[in-house]
């Protein structure tokens, strides 16, 4: 069935694109799940937590207030960080936030929302890509 190595790698890769494929799809779902029952806002930077990497590198995190819908002051770190982040205490960045769960908000930036299943996807789509070319053009 199979003639070399490069066909068992291929069909290994195809596996694997298969795999992250569906992992890719069942996060995106989830997510979109997520943001749809999920309400806008605008909150205040009160501070930005910034965590050290071992190669130097700073991650700021903001730690943002802002107001519920029933009225309640509510303040969260934000989970997502980035060293391009240039926030500042004072400034406002709109949120998602869902009414069942206010301090599980997020800011509103697409790779906060969706760099996981984009990673997912990416993976998948390299394997799915590059298993016909190691399957049929490496084979010996």
Same mark, same amino acid.
Request: proline content about 5%.
């Given at each position: 069935?199979?003639?070399?190595?490069?066909?068992?790698?291929?069909?290994?890769?195809?596996?694997?694109?298969?795999?992250?494929?569906?992992?890719? =799809?069942?996060? =995106?779902?989830?997510? &979109?799940?997520?943001?749809?029952?999920?309400?806008?806002?605008?909150?205040?930077v009160v501070t930005v937590n910034e965590q &050290?990497?071992?190669?130097?590198?700073?991650? &700021?995190?903001?730690?943002?207030? =802002?107001?519920?819908?029933?009225?309640?002051?509510?303040?969260?770190?934000?989970?997502?960080?980035?060293?391009?982040?240039?926030?500042?205490?004072?400034? &406002?960045?709109?949120?998602? =936030?869902?009414?069942?769960?206010?301090?599980?908000?997020?800011?509103?930036?697409?790779?906060?929302?969706?760099?996981?299943?984009?990673?997912?996807?990416?993976?998948?789509?390299?394997?799915?890509?590059?298993?016909?070319?190691?399957?049929?053009?490496?084979?010996?």
């Amino acid at each position: 069935m199979f003639e070399s190595v490069n066909q068992i790698i291929a069909l290994l890769m195809l596996i694997e694109g298969l795999g992250f494929g569906a992992a890719a =799809y069942l996060l =995106y779902t989830r997510k &979109r799940t997520k943001l749809a029952g999920c309400q806008r806002a605008w909150g205040e930077v009160v501070t930005v937590n910034e965590q &050290r990497d071992p190669e130097g590198g700073i991650t &700021r995190h903001p730690v943002i207030r =802002y107001l519920s819908l029933t009225g309640h002051e509510v303040t969260f770190a934000s989970k997502f960080g980035s060293s391009h982040w240039k926030v500042k205490p004072g400034d &406002r960045l709109e949120i998602l =936030y869902h009414p069942e769960q206010p301090a599980e908000a997020e800011v509103v930036n697409f790779m906060a929302q969706w760099a996981l299943p984009l990673v997912f996807a990416i993976v998948a789509g390299g394997s799915l890509l590059f298993a016909p070319v190691m399957f049929w053009l490496l084979r010996r």
